[in-house]
Structures are given as C-alpha cells and as structure tokens.
C-alpha cells in the first residue's frame, strides 16, 4: 500500500475556498495567512490582513471587511441567514473574536476574546473591550468604551483615546507586507516536512 505525501503549500497559495456559487473577492493588496480559512461570499478590501488560524465563514450572506482592517489570530467571523457581517475601515478585529452576523463602524477595536452578536451595531471608533459580550441586536453609539459581559458602555472615548486606539490597524497594515515578503517555509533540521 502506498502513502502519498501531503502536497506542500508554497507561500503564493492561500487557503481560500468557494461554497457553492459564493466566491471570495480579495483585493491584490491584501494578506491571508496560510493557516487562515475563508469561505464563501467574503469581499477583502485594500490592505486587510487575516491571521494566523482566524476563520471567515460566509456562506449564507456576505462578509465585507473594509480597508484597512486585520482579522487576528484565531478571530472566528460568520454569518447567519439575514445577518450580514460589514466590518468598517481600519478596524482591529482582535485575538480570538467571535464576531457574528453584525455592523462594526470605521475605525473599532474589538478586544481579544470578545463576542458580537447577530444584528449588533458597533459605531465608529468604538472600543469593545478583552472578552466583552455584546448581545444580539444590541446597539453601541460612536466613541463609546464598552468592558463586561453583559458589555456595558462605560464612557465617552476621548480624542487622544480614538488616536491610540488606531495604532493597531497602521501597525498590521506594515506587518501584513513585512510577512508577504519575508515568510517562507523551511525545514527543521530531524523532521520530515510535511509531517507532524
């Protein structure tokens, strides 16, 4: 009996599938990671990168992330039937997210851990905080420092706290390309490639 080795993956290919007739549209100026997953009808803009083991599933209405904005490391985003997910521009989408059929405005954070609900409305420059739980239909005004489960809006973000809460999204927007030209596979020496 033969075993057939796993096919490597060289760094051009992504791990991007249709679902039926839905395929994702990816801007050439874009970043996803070989070990994220997206499927189905995901639009990527411009300068959007996707890490490390996040997973995009849209297979009954669309995710639409905007310019500018990273899904990180473990972020799950999906979709329900008449819950669409529209990420705004230069949005933060945190380490290990769970955000769902939901409407997140242009320049937000959404913290490491947290969870957004079908039918949520994040406005702009809103800073959902590490494992906030922001409920189906909720709706967050702009500017606003929600922390809890169940979140809760506890102030009014200032000035200089919307300035830093956009260094994340300018830093991935440098890192993506860093890693679009510098990451490549290699092999350990006493391991076999393509083997765990």
């Known amino acids: 009996m033969s075993r057939r080795r796993p096919k490597r993956r060289t760094k051009e290919e992504r791990v991007i599938y249709a ?32 890490w490390w083991g996040a997973v995009m599933r849209a297979e009954e209405e669309r995710i639409h992330i905007g310019a500018g904005s990273n899904v990180q490391d473990n972020a799950v985003l999906h979709v329900d039937p008449g819950f669409p997910l529209l990420i705004g521009r230069n949005v933060t ?39 906030a739980f922001i409920a189906e239909g909720k709706e967050i005004p702009d500017r606003s420092l929600v922390l809890g489960a169940p979140g809760k809006v506890v102030r009014t973000l200032s000035d200089e706290d919307v300035e830093r809460m956009r260094a994340p999204a300018a830093v991935y927007q440098q890192r993506w390309k860093s890693y679009a030209k510098g990451l490549r596979p290699i092999s350990v020496p006493g391991t076999v490639p393509g083997q765990p």
């Open 93 to 131: 989408i945190g380490h290990l997210a769970m955000v769902h059929g939901c409407t997140v405005g242009d320049g937000s954070l959404i913290g490491i851990g947290a969870t957004v609900l079908n039918g949520a409305r994040i406005g702009r420059d809103c800073l959902i905080g590490a494992h």
């Open 19 to 50: 679902f039926n007739d839905k395929v994702p549209q990816l801007s050439p100026h874009c970043w996803v990671a070989p070990s994220a997953t997206v499927v189905g009808d995901i639009l990527l803009e411009e300068d959007v990168s996707v």
